[in-house]
């Protein structure tokens, strides 16, 4: 089945409110531009194919599909399975330099009371 | 460990070091001897080789990271340091021997007489002593022409490391501070808010002993990423006061 073109404008819409939306978090600081790459790149690829029906009808080809649309969605869950997948390894990254932390924090606060040190955190913001 | 000095220094040395046992002792012996009107400080971003022992053996200044920051936020470090001790005036200084350390003082006078809110030391202003390979020339060729785009303003060495900052952006990074490849961002960021940039002509010398940390693969993944990011940090307007 074609795209019609209705669909292929609301897409399109809807993928440039989504760019300005991420735009906007990293602006904000809610998202780190680092992590958010994956996103616009797949926000980039899925516009590509849908304003170019050509280069979404070869992709088909190649890869044996026949419905456009189900192109289209095995594009995006690729791409949201990749993301997920590279979620989980900063997560772990994260874990490790926590755990790293407390055990420092740990060690610290132990030093600090036999040199009778008074340590104080300063909390400017976080 | 460290007391409020008794003269006070005109501001604070930032020295990131992430594996840098071969030059750290010299570079900061050289600071200390060309710089003597500032105060330094080491920033160990939890280097895996015998940078730390040095440092201990040594006795010099510094903070150890117990766990690896990248160049973004060592240099933040030594930033929230620097807003801590209430420095007014904080300059990067790579610790792997680039930067010479004779400039600082030019840089300080610089920033009073011009009032500028930082100043970068620029090789390519003169275009005397180590330019950099061809292939990184032309990168930072490309984002001095991007910056321009976006600020209006010509920064001819917007990835140089040795820069120095006033009190109100030394306030401004220990908040706000990208995590990697942070230079061009900043530089982008700070101008967008109306702050004063200037430039003077320094000479950096050759990478004296390590390795750097960027590779072709990195490269790649950098200028897509650092573009991105001035575009972004291009969206920043003057806060109202």
Redesign the interface.
Known sequence: MIMTTTLRIILSVGIVLYFVFV?VM??K?TL???YS?LW?LMGVVLLCLIIWPELLGLLCKCLGIVDTMNCLFTIALVFALIIIMSLTSIVSKQDE?LK??VQ?LGILEKEAKETNCQVEF?K??L | METKKQEKKKGLIIIPAYNEAESIKDTVENIIKNAPSFDYIVINDCSKDATLQILKENKLNYINLPVNLGIGGAVQTGYRYALQNAYECAVQVDGDGQHDPVFLEKMFEHMKETKADMVIGSRFLEKKGFQSTGTRRLGIKYFTGLIKMITRKKVTDPTSGLRMVGANIIKLFATDYPKDYPEPESTTYVLRLGMKVEEIPVIMKERQGGVSSINFKKSIYYMIKVTLAIFIAGLARPKKV
Request: net charge positive; hydrophobic share 50%.
């Open positions: 735009i990293i602006r600081k780190s531009l680092k790459l616009l330099k790293v932390l420092q300063i400017k913001d």
